[in-house]
């Protein structure tokens, strides 16, 4: 299937401890996306990246750091995790020229809780 | 500043029942708006967009929205809801800089009474 996939989808950590969340597209998009989202539903863009550029949000911690080894793959690490950092985290990507840019398509998303 | 608000958290429908979501927003020029639903458990799948033209879009699954200049919304309507609708729905506004970022609202909880 041509998809956005996420892994893990649940991750149970202690505060202190480094995680990695990983991000995978089938669908060949130059365009890939980190985005948090809260306990109150509300999304927050972390990263984008797209062909070695990357674009970080200017309000998240340097603690989380995007790493892509290829232009299919757009991993999220996490050091020193705090339990502020619990929330759902999606991976996205998008494809094309212009406005064909907003078409986003979603990972099913990683819950991640900081105990 | 730029904004997206949804004024409802949470809105109960009846199956079967009409149903429209509220989005406004802030914006300095004509905006790019979007609605995307997220089922419970799920990722978020865009299910319309306005760019320009027409301003009544229709979108998957049987919804419609309609851009309205003049009052800064962009609500999202279905005649007869079903209850696979049950889900959170997101408004969001663009484009916000060259690297086609959005900003979102913070979601409608959309509960469906059998």
């Known amino acids: 299937d041509t998809a956005v996939s996420q892994t893990p989808k649940y991750l149970v950590t202690q505060m202190g401890n480094d995680k990695s969340i990983k991000c995978e597209q089938n669908?060949?998009?130059?365009?890939m996306y980190w985005y948090k989202q809260d306990s109150k539903k509300f999304l927050k863009i972390m990263f984008s990246?797209?062909?070695?550029?990357?674009?970080i949000n200017e309000t998240v911690p340097n603690r989380f750091s995007p790493k892509s080894p290829d232009k299919a793959h757009l991993n999220l690490h996490i050091n020193s995790l705090e339990l502020g950092d619990s929330a759902v985290y999606f991976c996205?990507?998008?494809?094309?020229?212009?406005?064909?840019?907003?078409?986003?398509?979603f990972g099913s998303g990683t819950r991640l809780t900081v105990v | 500043a730029q904004s997206v608000t949804q004024p409802d958290i949470h809105i109960t429908v009846s199956e079967g029942a009409s149903l429209e979501l509220r989005c406004n927003y802030s914006?300095?020029?004509?905006?790019?708006l979007f609605w995307y639903v997220q089922s419970p458990g799920q990722g978020l799948q865009l299910l319309l967009k306005?760019?320009?033209?027409d301003t009544l879009v229709q979108g998957i699954k049987g919804f419609e929205a309609e851009f309205k200049r003049s009052q800064s919304s962009f609500n999202l309507r279905k005649p007869s809801v079903h209850w696979s609708d049950a889900a959170e729905y997101f408004c969001?506004?663009?484009?916000?800089?060259?690297?086609?970022?959005?900003?979102w609202g913070a979601g409608t909880k959309l509960i469906i009474k059998p």
């Open positions: 969001a506004v663009g484009p916000v800089d060259s690297n086609y970022q959005l900003i």
């Open positions: 914006y300095g020029a004509t905006p790019y």
């Open positions: 306005y760019f320009s033209g």
């Open positions: 669908l060949g998009h130059d365009t």
């Open positions: 990246y797209n062909n070695k550029e990357l674009i």
């Open positions: 996205a990507s998008s494809q094309g020229s212009g406005t064909a840019n907003y078409g986003y398509t």
